[in-house]
């Protein structure tokens, strides 16, 4: 999906530029044409305004840019707490992807893990022999899979 | 997915610590850098549990002397979790005792050992040290609790637990210890209330409301068949579980526990007392539960489906739970 | 009146290299050293003593008890409030509770508010001088002469400020002497600051204390009778009617979800 934004937004920039060399280069002609008949006749020019068509342009280049860019933003978090906390349970870090690939880096997890784990009451010692009975189960092969 | 190291591991499955473990040399050759962030010190926490859990005590040490390095000897996270490294070599009751004399000793200096914490947040503005406001105040006077309870003095564990909480009551941790204390002495009603405590703190924790579901059930399941107070149990019970689903999508533990609560309220049925109003919660009307009943089973056998298959978005299960939960349909006959 | 000519003052181009840049730098190097010496002299946060941990942490646990009853049961809730009420009423959290409505304690005497004095006193101290030392030091070398011209125009009421030091009635107000680099630079150079050490610094308070003296109210400050807040709070939570999120929440999740 990034490519297809990235096209329009590039796209979108490539058409103001070009809206703005054509405001540019009519400027140019104007004043020049000016300095030409004020010569011949010495009225006061027209100070006439820019075609519409550069106008138009300017305006769909913007639109476009916006559209690019929009496209190209990653999806938005849920702001209901349900969701979030279901999208948490449900998708883990997964759904946490930023554009990346890396989970976010204010990914936190359920943030209330930590009042049934308690690490301030940890018991390291039973940690430990589970883990030396884990190892012995053969749980060592299973995690360096 | 890799577990990060910025993160507590006390609850990750053997394995991952396994992985954290050994991510230990990388992080110790590169801790030369010249700026320091909070994230850093955090790492270090981490993979000193993670390694002391592994049994790498080696490289528990070095984590260790880096911290101390920073922080000093004297400050309370540092000595907390030097007592942690001690504990965790001792190789015998005698050395234990002695774990527990440093620990009074240091207590009995200074009585409060609140400060540590703060320091530390002084040091680093950062949101993660500032939120949750309660992480890890008295340090050392946790672990001597965590020690004693280890040690199987669990009353004195709890005594201790209860002098903490009556000077500092704003600290869920503590609380939800407290609870978990009681709930292994089988002394239900204390640790439902100490659970309350911690919902008072954290309203929306949808997990404890789950959990304070499964210690109500568990009471309704030993407390006889003396209708009344059981049925009180589990009414609450189903209104526990229902609300952590309220809280949280998909929540398999509440669909769960929710499941079990109306499978054996549908089965009792018949001998239900007559429910009086003393400001308890009251069962809803059978029909209610056989309709949550049913949700309860099309929501679990949807999850258990999909995280079988492992689809895109569905596979944030703990596999246990899910493995649970597909043999508590089996044994309904249910399976789709 | 008549258009006011574009002055022009020939200036010579090395006042740009010994003037602003070195005030620029040394107002710079001040702020940073600053910083670190508040860092170092900061006294260590006070340790509170057990008991008013505890008094603190029980009117918490009652505000929270306040704020989130409707977690519980209304059993529950009602054994937790009567034990609170009761307790809150006979002063049994306080810290000394023979001093309970003896009226708020002079915070002058209070050992522990004087310390907090000192803190901002320091803090102050840390200000004052370099300030005043940078400040002479300009007066001193650069003064009497104008060194650039601002990119903007100003009004001339700025003249005073801008041109400390410069005794010409007609100047524009633009010129810009010493002195008034100086005091840009106080005002200007916050960002810098946010950007070398850091959001947090000490550096940047100057700004801070300018904006909003005490901003709130301090909750457990000297001069707060912690009696009156716990009989505020009693009576808090003796009106709280109770409600429970629990009511009909089996019926909410039935029509949130088929829905």
Redesign the interface.
Known sequence: MTWISNTITVFGGLLLAHACYSAQEHAALQSFRAAATSTLTSSTPVASSLPVDIAIETIVATLVIVLGLVLGTRPLRPIQWRVWAGKIEREGEEGFLGNNGEVEKDYMGNPFTYLESRPSFVDIRRQRKEFAEWIKNGGGDAGKK | MAPSLLFNPAKLPPSEALQLAQQAPVVLQGSSSPSETVDQWATFENLLLACLRTGDDEAAAKCMDQLEARFGPDNERVMALRGLLSEAQAENNGELEAVLKQYDAILEGNSTNLVGHDRLRQLFPDRRFANPPCLRLQPITKRRIALLRSMGRVSDAATALVQLLDFSPTDAEAWSELSDLYFTQGLYSQAIYALEEVLLLSPNAWNIHARLGEVQYMAATTSGSGGGSQQKYLAEALKRFARSIELCDDYLRGYYGLKLVTTRLLKEQAKQAKQTDDGEFTLPDPKTIERLDELATAKLSEIVRHSTLKDRGWRGYDEREVAAARELLSQNGIER | MAQVPVQTIHRDPQLFYWILFPITIVMILTGVLRHYASVLM?S??K?????A??EQ??L??GI??RG?????????F?TRRDALVTAFESGAYLKDPERAGQGQPNPLSDPSSMEGMMGMMKNQMAMIIPNTLIMSWINAFFSGYVIMKLPFPLTIKFKSMLQAGVMTKDMDPRWMSSISWYFLCIFGLQSVFNFLLGS?NAASQMAQQMGGMGAAPQMFGPGVDPDKQFKAEAENLAVIEHY????D??????E???A
Request: net charge positive; aromatic share 2%; hydrophobic share 40%.
């Open positions: 900061q260590a946060p340790k509170l003593d057990q008991k941990i505890r942490r029980s918490l646990h929270n008890l989130n009853f409707h977690a519980l049961s209304k059993k529950s009602a947090d429970s999120v629990l009511d929440v089996e019926e909410r999740l039935l949130g979800i088929t």
